[in-house]
């Protein structure tokens, strides 16, 4: 069976600190990933998803990046953390057109 | 770009109550989802519809892929506590597409 780990879960971090946060999945290969914030327990925002190894996709412009190094790897990266970067993070994967699976999230606080 | 229009954005129950929400769209969608989540962790998978016209039920929750394919519903019926929490819908249009989720719905039932 698929599962998707998330990691870490809870992080507090300077500010101008860089940041990794990482995600895997098991149990699928080429799956579509994405990684989401949410703000004040609300909307979902897309930050990236990508759709293969090396192809990632920035829905808005940020303070963030992301990689994805191998197929079921995604890495959510800052440089130099802002305040505004807090927030709860999830990562997710997809089959192609088909049901996304949450990881447990991350909530990053930046201080 | 593609946008969900989930309504309502919150509400409050008694329990025992139905309940229903819905999201539209200008877009036709070829998947809708319906997710939820509790506080603090990633959102979880209810109810995934793959056929317009489709009506689908997972214990007391019943959800409709319209259609038109631009709209679909879930009600929750004899709402319990333990079913607060927010309630997203989802879209797909296909197998290289992003999924679009709606802003949520916060159910709160009182007991």
């Known amino acids: 069976s698929q599962t998707i780990h998330q990691w870490p879960a809870t992080l507090v971090q300077p500010v101008g600190s860089p940041l990794s946060l990482e995600c895997t999945v098991e149990?699928?290969?080429?799956?579509?990933l994405y990684w989401y914030r949410q703000a004040a327990g609300r909307g979902l925002q897309l930050l990236f998803y990508?759709?293969?190894?090396?192809?990632i996709s920035s829905e808005v412009p940020q303070n963030l990046s992301a990689s994805r190094p191998q197929d079921r790897q995604f890495i959510l990266s800052s440089k130099k953390l802002l305040l505004s970067d807090s927030g709860f993070y999830l990562c997710?994967?997809?089959?192609?057109?088909?049901?996304?699976?949450f990881g447990q999230g991350t909530r990053l606080t930046v201080v | 770009g593609q946008q969900l229009n989930q309504s309502p954005q919150s509400m409050f129950i008694q329990e025992g109550e139905d309940v229903s929400m819905n999201c539209t769209s200008s877009?036709?969608?070829?998947?809708w989802l319906w997710y939820k989540q509790d506080p603090g962790e990633g959102p979880v998978l209810l109810i995934a519809?793959?056929?317009?016209?489709e009506l689908t039920s997972n214990g007391r929750l019943t959800a409709q892929f319209g259609i038109t394919r631009k709209d679909s519903f879930l009600n929750i019926s004899a709402s319990i506590p333990s079913d607060v929490g927010i309630y997203f819908c989802a879209g797909s249009r296909g197998s290289n597409y992003k999924l679009t989720f709606g802003k949520g719905t916060l159910l709160t039932v009182n007991p």
């Open positions: 519809l793959y056929k317009a016209g």
């Open positions: 149990g699928t290969s080429n799956p579509n």
């Open positions: 877009s036709i969608f070829n998947t």
């Open positions: 997710a994967w997809s089959v192609a057109g088909g049901e996304a699976f």
């Open positions: 990508s759709v293969g190894i090396g192809q």
